[in-house]
């Protein structure tokens, strides 16, 4: 199975900041990667696909890049309700594995 | 709008078994690959299972492999896990999700959520 690692594991961040969650993988998936945020209590929500594609509704401070193993989460210009966990999700091939999340903070 | 509601859920003892369901709506399930991922209490998220648009490959983690079954009614738009032999480490909530309409592998929509509980 392809192991995805997240780092870091949590952040703390103020509002206006740029913070950039990475998420290695055990081997290539070339772009087969997808990022989520997850409130407290709620489903997850889509927010990057295929490494930088914008899930539709999504603002436009979410971005997403990479190829291969490494690919980065960027929010630019946090926001009071970016508190969340994030996880990436490889799609490569079965089985789909999610990486261990990162816990952001707003300060 | 795009809705999968989800129910079933409950406190079962371990070696019990347990059906949660999933119903859609606002597209169209039957044209939808559909996935089951978990959350146990506090931890990440892990993918349980995939299903095709007619339920004719499925796709499970390990850990379930054998206990669990997935399978779809497209004619109800209903998604169903039958959680057989259940341990203590399933307890979870357990989300349904939709696979993006183009089969790629991104989950785009989700339900609600279910807690199962696995305890004596």
């Known amino acids: 199975a392809i192991q995805l690692t997240q780092s870091p594991s949590s952040l703390s961040a103020s509002v206006g900041d740029t913070v950039t969650i990475t998420c290695r993988t055990s081997?290539?998936?070339?772009?087969?990667l997808a990022w989520y945020q997850q409130k407290p209590g709620k489903a997850p929500k889509l927010l990057i696909y295929?490494?930088?594609s914008l899930e539709s509704g999504v603002p436009s401070r979410f971005s997403g890049s990479g190829s291969g193993t490494e690919f980065t989460l960027t929010i630019s210009g946090l926001q009071p309700e970016d508190s969340a966990a994030y996880y990436c999700?490889?799609?490569?091939?079965?089985?789909?594995?999610f990486g261990q999340g990162t816990r952001l903070e707003i300060k | 709008e795009v809705q999968l509601v989800q129910s079933g859920g409950g406190l079962v003892q371990p070696g019990g078994s347990l059906r949660l369901s999933c119903v859609a709506s606002?597209?169209?399930?039957?044209?939808?690959?559909m996935g089951w991922v978990r959350q146990a209490p506090g931890k990440g998220l892990e993918w349980v299972a995939n299903?095709?648009?007619?339920?004719?490959?499925?796709k499970y983690v390990d850990s379930v492999e054998g206990r669990f079954t997935t399978s779809r009614d497209n004619a109800k738009n209903s998604l169903n896990l039958q959680m057989d032999t259940l341990r203590v480490d399933d307890t979870a909530v357990y989300y349904c999700?939709?696979?993006?309409?183009?089969?790629?592998?991104?989950?785009?929509?989700w339900g609600q959520g279910i807690l199962v509980t696995v305890s004596s």
């Open positions: 295929r490494a930088s």
């Open positions: 081997q290539g998936i070339s772009g087969a």
């Open positions: 999700q490889h799609f490569n091939s079965y089985p789909i594995t």
């Open positions: 299903i095709n648009q007619p339920g004719s490959v499925k």
């Open positions: 999700a939709r696979v993006d309409v183009f089969n790629n592998g991104w989950y785009d929509y």
């Open positions: 606002g597209f169209t399930f039957s044209n939808s690959w």
